[in-house]
């Protein structure tokens, strides 16, 4: 099957320090990666979608500089949250495609971002 | 432009019980149809999806959803829930001329009594 580790699950921050995280594609290569919020008992809203090898797209309404985002490999993205304040505070999950048609998505199992 | 309507926020069935939860959507393409469900603090599992094949969907868990094209709706049924059915669902949209973005809805919080 396809798995999609993210890292760490949890984390704890001080407010103007930056925080990364990771979502790896353990089993396949995934040419497109996508990053998602989501506020307490809300949806998913996308940030961002990341293509290995090239800038990211974000989505209206997401700082670029303050969510950074690399896909340097077929294997790894990472999220940077960069300069966090309390409102940076959510439930963070990546999603890694599989193939090219589009249906193989797979996502992380979070990571619980607190910026005190 | 795509969207999904999950009618319902919350539901609520006694063990045993039959499950539907509710969700149309609006596409301007062929849709490609997701339920995923998430339980508290953990990502998203895939239940079944419609890739415009067989319009009845059977997925993981003894979980099924029928794409109706005519009521645009892809409702998530189940004849019996189990205690551990109890989480987050989410119905999701991925239209073939939409690029590869998924729109989520806005989830149907899923409790089971005794």
């Known amino acids: 099957g396809a798995v999609v580790s993210q890292h760490p699950s949890r984390v704890i921050c001080k407010s103007g320090t930056s925080v990364k995280i990771e979502c790896r594609s353990l089993?396949?290569?995934?040419?497109?990666m996508f990053w998602y919020r989501q506020f307490p008992k809300q949806s998913l809203m996308l940030m961002a979608t990341?293509?290995?090898?090239?800038?990211?797209?974000?989505e209206q309404g997401v700082e670029k500089d303050k969510f950074l985002i690399n896909h340097a490999s077929l294997t790894l993205s990472t999220l940077t949250v960069t300069s966090a304040h309390p409102e940076d505070s959510s439930f963070y999950i990546c999603?890694?495609?599989?193939?090219?048609?589009?249906?193989?998505?797979?996502f992380g199992s979070g990571t619980r971002l607190t910026v005190v | 432009a795509q969207s999904v309507t999950q009618l319902d926020s919350h539901v609520s069935v006694s063990e045993g019980t039959p499950v539907l939860l509710r969700c149309n959507y609006s596409?301007?393409?062929?849709?490609?149809l997701f339920w995923y469900v998430q339980h508290p603090n953990k990502g998203l599992q895939l239940l079944l999806k419609?890739?415009?094949?067989?319009?009845l969907v059977k997925g993981i868990n003894g979980f099924e959803a029928e794409f109706k094209k005519s009521e645009t709706s892809f409702h998530l049924t189940k004849p019996s829930a189990h205690m551990s059915d109890a989480a987050e669902y989410f119905c999701?949209?991925?239209?073939?001329?939409?690029?590869?973005?998924?729109?989520f809805g806005t989830g149907t919080q899923l409790k089971v009594e005794l």
């Open positions: 596409s301007s393409y062929s849709p490609s």
């Open positions: 990341s293509n290995e090898g090239s800038k990211a797209t974000y």
């Open positions: 089993d396949f290569q995934a040419t497109t």
């Open positions: 999603s890694a495609r599989k193939g090219e048609t589009g249906y193989g998505y797979t």
């Open positions: 419609y890739t415009s094949a067989a319009t």
């Open positions: 999701v949209v991925r239209s073939t001329g939409g690029g590869n973005k998924l729109t």
